[in-house]
């Protein structure tokens, strides 16, 4: 959004809807600023929610199993057929 303020007047003319140009240049710098403070704590809820023992923050993506999702992609493709 915040790079998208550089091109509002063209966005305008052209009859794009881009975020500053529906809400202009404040209204689209003021959504970017929420947009930023509300990644704080989805950061840190990421952060928090790591597995002290590999240290990753992404184990909210882990099945209930404990398998990871790379690892279900790999076992996928190791059953595929060979050609």
């Not at 959504?31 to 002290?52: K, N």
């Not at 590999?54 to 990871?68: I, V």
């Amino acid at each position: 959004m915040i790079y998208a303020c550089q091109d509002v007047d063209f966005d305008v003319r052209a009859g794009l809807r881009s975020v500053p140009a529906l809400f202009g240049i404040k209204g689209a710098l003021r959504l970017a600023a929420l947009c930023h403070v509300a990644m704080v704590p989805v950061v840190l809820g990421v952060v928090a929610s790591r597995d002290p023992g590999t240290g990753t923050g992404l184990d909210f993506l882990r099945r209930p199993d404990g398998r990871g999702a790379a690892s279900v992609g790999m076992s996928m493709r190791s059953s595929l057929p060979t050609i």
